[in-house]
């Protein structure tokens, strides 16, 4: 009886951590954004079964464990793309990933202006580094 009683906790909890309702939101627009802006379809992926998959709505960042992204649930903590060949502009809306810790972008072709990383206020790591932007990171980011 105690084994069933364990085994049905046991399935309740899992029921849980799979059932984790990850919606679509700013988070995943600003994904989107970065990647229709840098090119994405020419990036070059590690492991190509984590690529980012914008073509299925079900698909979502934390809970399909995309390439580059850590969550705290269904929260982006860490981007990390550097060297994935990313050639454009950043988004205005990447600072809707309001959560991000952790922005690793380096060895990549993107240019333009880096003002919207202001509204990354928990970020703690930034990587920037071998890339064309046409400005310096501001100076509220420390």
Partial sequence: MLSLYLSFIFYSLLQKVYSQSCSQDLQYDALYSLFNSTNGD???WINPINMWKFDNISEHPCRDNWEGI??????IIALNISSHNLTGRL??????LIYLEELSLG???????LSDIVELSNLVILNLEINLFNSSIPNSIN
Wanted: charged share 20%; with cysteine.
């Fill in 42 to 44: 020419d990036w070059n």
């Fill in 70 to 75: 850590i969550c705290n649930n269904c929260d």
């Fill in 91 to 96: 988004p205005h809306d990447i600072s809707n």
């Fill in 107 to 113: 060895n990549n072709s993107i240019n333009g202006d």
